[in-house]
């Protein structure tokens, strides 16, 4: 059984920082690519950033230049420092990973529970 677990959020005032961590653990063959998303109340959940086994990533346009998505593939682990926060980033913030359970069969998608994180204006 795959498990994402995600930490490190919490509140924060405007232009402050924080930085998420997100642990896959269980019987896998591989990660692929690994992302952030996050929801705001009354929003669709929405990417923040993503990144490839191979270290390439993205971002959401909303985003670019203030959080910085890295990964750790030796621990399995995804983090996602965030700078210069905004109230509008105020969401629950879920991990994602696309994990191959074998070699021989496709990757499936899993979800973390999420976290909360809330930006103070």
């Known amino acids: 059984q795959v498990q994402l677990v995600e930490s490190g959020g919490g509140l924060v005032q405007a232009g402050g920082s924080l930085r998420l961590s997100c642990a896959v653990s269980?019987?896998?063959?591989?990660?692929?690519?690994m992302g952030w998303y996050r929801q705001a109340p009354g929003a669709q959940r929405e990417v923040v950033a993503t990144?490839?086994?191979?270290?390439?990533?993205s971002y959401a346009d909303s985003v670019k230049g203030r959080f910085t998505i890295s990964r750790d593939n030796v621990k399995n682990m995804v983090y996602l420092q965030m700078t210069s926060l905004k109230p509008e980033d105020t969401a629950v913030y879920y991990c994602?990973?696309?994990?191959?359970?074998?070699?021989?069969?496709?990757?499936?998608?899993?979800w973390g529970q999420g976290t909360q994180v809330t930006v103070s204006s």
């Open positions: 994602n990973a696309l994990v191959q359970l074998s070699l021989f069969r496709p990757p499936n998608v899993y």
């Open positions: 269980g019987s896998m063959y591989r990660v692929n690519v």
């Open positions: 990144v490839t086994g191979g270290g390439v990533t």
